[in-house]
């Protein structure tokens, strides 16, 4: 039966009711979620794990300018070097919350199906509120909320015009941490713009080049306008890139799992995929050997347990490796709580956005056309 009644005369879930929502109800939620945008799926489903209270590294701000040259018995100089300051991000919390009436399971307890239902149910409207939620943050500028949000891209790819400081630095004291963010030259698309853009975030290593590239639908039409008709009609017979979990792109028939992932188009071999909740007007160009998700296990802190990940792949979506297992979702387990007649529940995303290197971020705004 889905509910067991106890001694004391409460009702709770049974044990497999819970074991279904715990070892599948909510994995396909997350799954759902994070296959849904291309953002969440690339920096959440590649999380790393997040540990104390905050995620520090030490970076370089300057050159030191010690390094010389010498010759024979030359007599050396020492002095200690200070060309570094610690950046540190902390750790951020969303809150979904999941009810499931107690009226409307008293009504439907007649089976396991029938009450496993409105789990399904409940658990679908907070899947809609997670894609909604999630997806915005990861664009955003991370002050929403009393800068309860988590950090975004927005805040990332600045220059201080709208976030002044990041992982606790100034952005004027240390302009190092500042992305290359340009306004569209008469507001208009140009592959010139783009070109210089690209140059400005790369310096011609792998690891310092641009690996993904967003706009919203409109943005991503006018660049496809400005493919040469060659280009557009081999899109046409070929069919348009796909893009998964991680790497480059890959054509339809070439290896991927379910259906086709995210359509991308590409410029200078880099994918550009069409995301809704991208900022509008905007073009972003990111370097994710730069750009990392940290997220936090609950530890069994209060009950609070992981969504474990670890062990799948996005279902419908090109996927070369199975979900990080810290993506930071997770799952408190139905509770009675004393101000209604209900199962109430929680699912909690533990983590934030990092970037080491700011500056291999870029962005394009304003633009309105080609």
């Not at 070892?23 to 296959?35: A, C, F």
């Not at 590649?46 to 010498?70: D, L, R």
């Not at 190092?176 to 853009?197: F, H, P």
Request: proline share 3%; net charge negative.
């Amino acid at each position: 039966m889905f509910f067991r009644k106890q001694e004391d005369t409460k009702i709770t879930f049974s044990e497999r009711v819970l074991s279904l929502t715990q070892d599948w109800l909510l994995p396909k939620v997350v799954d759902n979620t994070l296959g849904s945008n291309i953002l969440p799926l690339r920096l959440i489903g590649n999380a790393k794990e997040g540990k104390g209270e905050t995620i520090k590294k030490a970076i370089k701000y300057q050159s030191s300018g010690t390094a010389t040259s010498f010759a024979g018995m030359d007599t050396f100089t020492a002095s200690q070097l200070t060309t570094k300051v610690r950046i540190a991000y902390d750790m951020r919390a969303v809150r979904i919350p999941v009810g499931v009436s107690g009226m409307d399971a008293v009504a439907n307890a007649v089976t396991e199906t029938q009450v496993t239902d409105l789990v399904i149910e409940a658990l679908e409207e907070c899947q809609m509120e997670l894609l909604d939620s999630v997806g915005s943050m990861l664009y955003g500028i991370g002050t929403g909320n009393s800068s309860k949000d988590f950090l975004g891209i927005g805040a990332i790819s600045d220059d201080g015009t709208d976030v002044g400081t990041i992982g606790g630095l100034s952005r004027t004291t240390y302009p190092v941490l500042n992305a290359t963010r340009t306004a569209a030259t008469g507001s208009l698309l140009s592959l010139a713009q783009l070109a210089t853009l690209y140059s400005a975030i790369s310096s011609g290593s792998t690891l310092s080049s641009p690996t993904l590239m967003t706009s919203n639908e409109t943005v991503w039409d006018f660049y496809e306008s400005l493919l040469t008709p060659m280009v557009r009609e081999n899109y046409t017979m070929f069919g348009f890139y796909n893009v998964g979990q991680q790497g480059g792109v890959s054509r339809p028939k070439e290896g991927l799992v379910g259906t086709q992932g995210f359509v991308a188009v590409t410029y200078k071999g880099i994918p550009w995929v069409r995301d809704e909740k991208a900022t509008t007007q905007n073009v972003f160009m990111h370097n994710e050997h730069w750009l990392d998700f940290f997220g936090w296990d609950a530890r069994d802190t209060f009950g609070y347990k992981s969504i474990n990940l670890g062990s799948k792949t996005i279902e419908g979506v090109y996927s070369e490796s199975p979900m990080s297992q810290f993506s930071g979702f997770n799952w408190s387990g139905f509770r009675a709580p004393t101000s209604s007649f209900s199962g109430i529940a929680d699912i909690i995303l533990l983590g934030n956005l990092t970037s080491f290197q700011p500056r291999r971020q870029g962005r394009l705004t304003s633009v309105t056309g080609v």
